[in-house]
Structure formats: C-alpha cells, structure tokens
C-alpha cells in the first residue's frame, strides 16, 4: 500500500495534520500503532532539536521544565545570563588576586610555604601523615611558583585559582536549580567572607571543596548523559579530594547520605505528623492520608512511558561493573602517584592509609576542641545571609519535593555541618566545607521566590531585593574583613593569623641588612614560637632557629636576635636576654606575632645606631 501525502511546508502543525492522515489510512491495516510510535519519536527528536539549536531562554516553558526532573526557570536571556556571569566573575577575580600579599603568612601557610620551598628547590617531598595535610596543595602551586618565584602572591595565586573555579562549578549548575538559582549561589560564593579569606589562603582548604564540588557535578553528569568522560572526572575528583585532606571521607560518606535522603524523600516523604503524634501518644488514623493523591499518582505512573533504566542506557550490568573497575583503578592510580612524589617516596602511600588513624586520634582529641554548636555560632556571625537563605531554601525543598538534587544539596550542606560539629576538632576554614553547598541552597530559595508578590511589590521584585540584601550585606562583611580586618582576632575566620606587625619586623631587620650591604644577617631565633618566619626567611642560610637561650652570643657571627617577650615569666625571654647580651646589643622593638605571642628583636648596638626602624610597641 502506498500513501501519498501533499507537498506542504514543513511545521510542526502540518506535521501533526500529515500523521493523522496517514493514521486514519492506516488503521484498517493494523499499522496505526507503529505510526503512533513514530510520531512519538518524531516529537521527542524535534523538541530535542530546538533544545540543541535555541538559546536558553527561548525554549518553551512547557518544554525546558518536562525536558528535567528540576523544573527550572528559563526566562532570564542568554545575554543576560552571560553579563551577570561575567559580573560575578570579574567581582571574584578582582577581589581574590588583589593585593594577595597584604596580609602576613598564617602559621600554618608558613608551613605549607617551606614544604614548598624544599619541593621546587630540592624536588623533594615526603607526605608525613602525623602533622601535615595531603600533597596536592603543594603540586598545583609548584608550576606557578616556577614561573614566578617564590613569593606570598605566588603561592596563594594558587588556591586563589581554585576559589575562582569552584564559581565556576557552581555556574554550571545551572541546568538543575535553575538560571537565577545559580547565579545567586555563584554570587554569594564570590561575596561570601568564608570563602573569600581562604581562597586568599595557601591552604589546603580551597581546592579540597572545589574537590568535593567538582565530584558532584561530574557524577550529576554523568548520570545525565553517561559519557565516561564524565566517569573519569568523578574518579580524578575523588582522588585528588583524599590525596587533599584525611577528611575526604566524611565528605564521601554525606554525600552518599544526602543522596540517599534526596531520592527517599523525593519518592515518599515520611509523615512527620503521623510520626509526632505516635510519639506524643495521640490517636493516630489507621487509614492513609491523602488517598487521592496516592492513587492518582499510581495512575499517572502506569501511563507515562517508563524510560530506559540508568543500567541499561550504560551497557548492562557487565558493562558497569567494568567501568567501576576502571574508576577505582584510577582513583588508585592517582593517589599513588601523588602519595608517592612521584614515585619517589614509596613509603608515602602507606603513610596515606595510616593517616586515617592519625586524624581520627586528632578529631577526638582535644586540640582545637570547641562545644557542638561553634560551627553554627560562627555561620551566624559571618555568613548569616547564606545561612538563613539555605534554611529557606532546605524547606522549600523538602516540602515541593520536585527537584530531588535541590534535596540532595540541601541535605549535603545540613548533613556536613551535624557531622562536622560532632567532632570535637573545630578551626574556621572547616566552615567553608557547608558554605558552599549552603550558597547552593540559598540559590534556589531565590530562585523559588522568584515569582512571588508582596502586597504592591511585583513578581520578582521581592526575591530580587532579597538577593540584593543578602549579597551587599556578605559583600560588605567580606571587604572589611579581608582588606581591613585581616588580622583581628575578633573576627572568627581570623584565627590564631600572624599580625601585620610581623612584617614590620621582617622588614626592619631586612632594613639593618640594607645598611650594612648584605641580605644574609646571622640572625638567631631563641623563641619556641617562631613560624611562619621561616617563610620569610628563606632565602638566608645564616638563620638558625634554636627554641632556647644561648648561654653567649658572638656578634661577629650574630647579629640579630629574635627573643620571646611575655608578661608571664615562665615564657619570657627577654629579662634574661638583657642580662646576657650587656651591651653589646640594643633591643630594636618588640612585635606581635599572633594573639598571645610577641617576639623581640636585638640587634648589634653598631647596627642600630641612628636607626629609625623598630615597632614602638614595647620598647
């Protein structure tokens, strides 16, 4: 049988009248349900087509939101979403790499600074799991410190990098909370105070949440799409998260929680009344609620087409268990590589497996023990914007329960704060493990408030105020604190940091090496607490740090000595360094090395004379 059909132009309406024509020929032959099939097929293709080819926000409302489990709002225009994109990043680079030397290396920056120097001067390094974090810090800053040389800007130049690139993850959320959504987290990523202070950092906090991100976002897509290149990623990604820091592990196991609830919940949300009532021994109704519903949604699931099982779309059963072969061989690989030098260290790698045991000793113990609710006191008084909006967000969440990866986030980002606040071992730079996954949440709080009114305020202009609030609210506490306040320890985020007054020292007593025509003073430190001056003084072999008192000093030799200044006279130094030195040496200043900690400096009496330099502060 042949049917012939009119030349008309091709559209979607004639394409629908064509079909129903050939279906009406074809009944009487039994041929019309395979015709239904391909008109099925011939629809999805189109609407995927005008998904490839259309910008964003041209795409039907009906289509973009059936085309995702998220239901995310499209209406914001490509040229608009590449200016507001633009805009958060130009605030981030600006205020990331921006004077990134003005505040002086913390104690443990100077520390990650010399294992550093040691690698790019004498290639060598050596993972020591009792004191020390993972190698991967010290690698990706390696090729920066090469080109430029060793520097505070170099190094942080780095981890300054990963806090611009985690908003860039962020971004690329966009497809599942929504254009609004995810410009609003990368936003407050890019204001957040957290997060702006420890991407100025070199530590390993910054490229360890980029990490943990950047295996959401590969895992999200290859679920979509199951590409292996996406499979590669996550494996990488979770490598370098444990060849990062111990903690990887807790990050792992919310992760795989919070997915577990998201899918629970978003299926059948426990009756949290039912439950209330049970446990308040109050009647509770043997017949279920919401009958109508249940049995509506039984039937809309019986005539929606069931699509193909995540399984079977990657090759079956055979095939999955090969690529999961493939992944944990390469997440071996990579933390080999890493936990080794390079293969230079072998002994590392068993080093890695038994810091698990050293950290779980640390988290216990009581070095930096802290009360339960210290994370959640400080996300209210640094990151109150985010914390609220997260809140919000996490509730609309739970209740709509139509975006299971919003369910997801919200529970990472609650599920990583309840864990790490059971820990006994708390310090700041912790928080930035649930800022941004909170940032995420927060997103989609504006992006659920976007078509909400208030009495003569418009849709969206209220959720639109609420964003501009919160972000000039967190972007003004982020410039005072990381361009004013850097090292005031009132602020949380400042915690035990060097104060300024400690380059003020470094460089008196680089002046003293001015006026005498050299750089390398012999300079004793007699103090215990020192760091991060061996940073600072890298480049001078004649620094000796000693953590006590000589019994005499030759001048000849040394001409600078660094003495611990304290009130309590079990950690003074400076009464018996007076009595020691006679007059052979004059004391240039005393300086404030961190909270608590104050260093004084003498130096030759012939190289002070006519000096202006010296803090005044305690002379």
């Given at each position: 049988?042949?049917?012939?059909?009119?030349?008309?132009?091709?559209?979607?309406?004639?394409?629908?009248?064509?079909?129903?024509?050939?279906?009406?020929?074809?009944?009487?032959?039994?041929?019309?349900?395979?015709?239904?099939?391909?008109?099925?097929?011939?629809?999805?293709?189109?609407?995927?087509?005008?998904?490839?080819?259309?910008?964003?926000?041209?795409?039907?409302?009906?289509?973009?939101?059936?085309?995702?489990?998220?239901?995310?709002?499209?209406?914001?225009?490509?040229?608009?979403?590449?200016?507001?994109?633009?805009?958060?990043?130009?605030?981030?680079?600006?205020?990331?790499?921006?004077?990134?030397?003005?505040?002086?290396?913390?104690?443990?920056?100077?520390?990650?600074?010399?294992?550093?120097?040691?690698?790019?001067?004498?290639?060598?390094?050596?993972?020591?799991p009792?004191?020390?974090?993972?190698?991967?810090?010290?690698?990706?800053?390696?090729?920066?410190?090469?080109?430029?040389?060793?520097?505070?800007?170099?190094?942080?130049?780095?981890?300054?990098?990963?806090?611009?690139?985690?908003?860039?993850?962020?971004?690329?959320?966009?497809?599942?909370?929504?254009?609004?959504?995810?410009?609003?987290?990368?936003?407050?990523?890019?204001?957040?105070?957290?997060?702006?202070?420890?991407?100025?950092?070199?530590?390993?906090?910054?490229?360890?949440?980029?990490?943990?991100?950047?295996?959401?976002?590969?895992?999200?897509?290859f679920?979509?799409?199951?590409?292996?290149v996406?499979?590669?990623?996550?494996?990488v990604?979770?490598?370098?998260?444990?060849a990062t820091?111990?903690?990887?592990?807790?990050?792992?196991?919310?992760l795989?929680?919070?997915?577990?609830?998201?899918?629970?919940?978003?299926?059948?949300?426990?009756?949290?009344?039912?439950?209330?009532?049970?446990?308040?021994?109050f009647?509770?109704?043997?017949?279920?609620?919401?009958?109508?519903?249940?049995?509506?949604?039984?039937?809309?699931?019986r005539?929606?087409?069931?699509?193909?099982?995540?399984?079977a779309?990657?090759?079956?059963?055979?095939?999955?268990?090969?690529?999961?072969?493939?992944?944990?061989?390469?997440?071996?690989?990579?933390?080999?590589?890493?936990?080794s030098?390079?293969?230079?260290?072998?002994?590392?790698?068993?080093?890695?497996?038994?810091?698990?045991?050293?950290?779980?000793?640390?988290?216990?113990?009581?070095?930096?023990?802290?009360p339960?609710?210290?994370?959640?006191?400080?996300?209210?008084?640094?990151?109150?914007?985010?914390?609220?909006?997260?809140?919000?967000?996490?509730?609309i969440?739970?209740?709509?329960?139509?975006?299971?990866?919003?369910?997801?986030?919200?529970?990472?980002?609650?599920?990583?704060?309840?864990?790490?606040?059971?820990?006994?071992?708390?310090?700041?730079?912790?928080?930035?493990?649930?800022?941004?996954?909170?940032?995420?949440?927060?997103?989609?709080?504006?992006?659920?408030?976007?078509?909400?009114?208030?009495?003569?305020?418009?849709?969206?202009?209220?959720?639109l105020?609420?964003?501009?609030?919160?972000?000039?609210?967190a972007?003004?506490?982020?410039?005072?604190?990381?361009?004013?306040e850097?090292?005031?320890?009132?602020?949380?985020?400042?915690?035990?940091?060097?104060?300024?007054?400690?380059?003020?020292?470094?460089?008196?007593?680089?002046?003293?090496?001015?006026?005498?025509?050299?750089?390398?003073?012999?300079?004793?430190?007699?103090?215990?607490?020192?760091?991060?001056?061996?940073?600072?003084?890298?480049?001078?072999?004649?620094?000796?740090?000693?953590?006590?008192?000589?019994?005499?000093?030759?001048?000849?030799?040394?001409?600078?000595?660094?003495?611990?200044?304290?009130?309590?006279?079990?950690?003074?130094?400076?009464?018996?360094?007076?009595?020691?030195?006679?007059?052979?040496?004059?004391?240039?200043?005393?300086?404030?090395?961190?909270?608590?900690?104050?260093?004084?400096v003498?130096?030759?009496?012939?190289?002070?004379?006519?000096?202006?330099?010296?803090?005044?502060?305690?002379?």
């Amino acid at each position: 049988m042949s049917v012939k059909l009119k030349a008309t132009p091709w559209t979607g309406q004639n394409f629908r009248n064509q079909m129903e024509i050939v279906k009406d020929k074809l009944s009487a032959s039994g041929l019309k349900h395979h015709v239904q099939i391909l008109q099925s097929g011939f629809k999805r293709s189109f609407n995927d087509f005008r998904g490839l080819v259309l910008p964003v926000g041209q795409l039907s409302t009906e289509t973009a939101v059936a085309g995702s489990e998220t239901g995310a709002r499209v209406e914001i225009s490509e040229r608009a979403w590449l200016l507001a994109c633009g805009t958060i990043f130009a605030f981030a680079f600006v205020t990331r790499f921006y004077a990134l030397a003005l505040k002086p290396m913390h104690h443990d920056e100077g520390v990650n600074g010399f294992f550093l120097t040691n690698l790019l001067r004498n290639h060598t390094y050596h993972y020591d799991p009792n004191n020390y974090h993972g190698p991967t810090l010290y690698y990706f800053a390696l090729p920066l410190a090469s080109l430029l040389g060793l520097s505070d800007f170099s190094v942080r130049l780095s981890t300054a990098l990963f806090g611009l690139a985690t908003i860039w993850l962020v971004l690329s959320l966009r497809r599942n909370i929504g254009s609004y959504a995810a410009l609003m987290a990368a936003a407050l990523v890019a204001v957040s105070p957290g997060s702006m202070f420890y991407a100025r950092y070199f530590i390993h906090e910054t490229l360890f949440v980029f990490f943990t991100l950047a295996i959401v976002v590969a895992v999200l897509r290859f679920y979509e799409t199951g590409s292996t290149v996406y499979l590669i990623l996550a494996a990488v990604s979770t490598a370098l998260l444990f060849a990062t820091k111990e903690t990887a592990f807790v990050s792992i196991i919310t992760l795989l929680l919070a997915w577990l609830i998201a899918w629970r919940w978003s299926k059948s949300p426990p009756d949290l009344g039912r439950f209330a009532r049970t446990i308040f021994g109050f009647p509770v109704s043997t017949k279920p609620r919401h009958v109508r519903e249940k049995r509506r949604a039984k039937r809309d699931r019986r005539e929606t087409p069931v699509p193909p099982s995540f399984l079977a779309r990657l090759g079956g059963r055979d095939r999955v268990i090969l690529l999961a072969g493939y992944a944990l061989a390469l997440f071996i690989v990579v933390n080999v590589i890493f936990y080794s030098s390079f293969f230079t260290n072998w002994p590392g790698v068993g080093d890695a497996v038994s810091a698990m045991k050293v950290w779980a000793k640390t988290g216990t113990s009581e070095f930096h023990g802290k009360p339960f609710d210290t994370y959640l006191s400080w996300l209210l008084q640094e990151e109150t914007p985010i914390f609220l909006l997260a809140i919000v967000g996490a509730f609309i969440a739970l209740n709509r329960r139509t975006n299971r990866f919003a369910l997801f986030v919200a529970a990472w980002a609650f599920g990583i704060l309840v864990a790490y606040s059971l820990i006994p071992y708390k310090t700041p730079w912790l928080v930035l493990s649930f800022v941004v996954p909170m940032a995420i949440v927060a997103g989609y709080a504006v992006e659920s408030l976007i078509d909400v009114s208030w009495r003569s305020w418009k849709a969206p202009l209220p959720a639109l105020v609420i964003a501009g609030l919160a972000l000039t609210f967190a972007g003004y506490q982020s410039l005072v604190l990381n361009f004013r306040e850097y090292d005031n320890d009132r602020y949380p985020y400042v915690y035990t940091h060097s104060n300024r007054e400690l380059l003020a020292m470094v460089h008196d007593i680089e002046r003293i090496g001015t006026r005498v025509g050299t750089t390398q003073l012999g300079v004793n430190v007699a103090s215990p607490e020192y760091w991060p001056l061996p940073w600072y003084f890298r480049d001078n072999p004649k620094v000796g740090y000693t953590n006590t008192l000589a019994s005499a000093y030759d001048p000849k030799e040394t001409q600078i000595v660094v003495a611990r200044a304290s009130t309590n006279p079990g950690e003074d130094q400076v009464g018996q360094l007076r009595q020691l030195l006679g007059t052979a040496y004059q004391q240039v200043g005393t300086y404030r090395l961190r909270p608590g900690v104050d260093l004084a400096v003498f130096a030759r009496s012939d190289l002070v004379s006519g000096s202006a330099g010296g803090s005044p502060a305690g002379n």
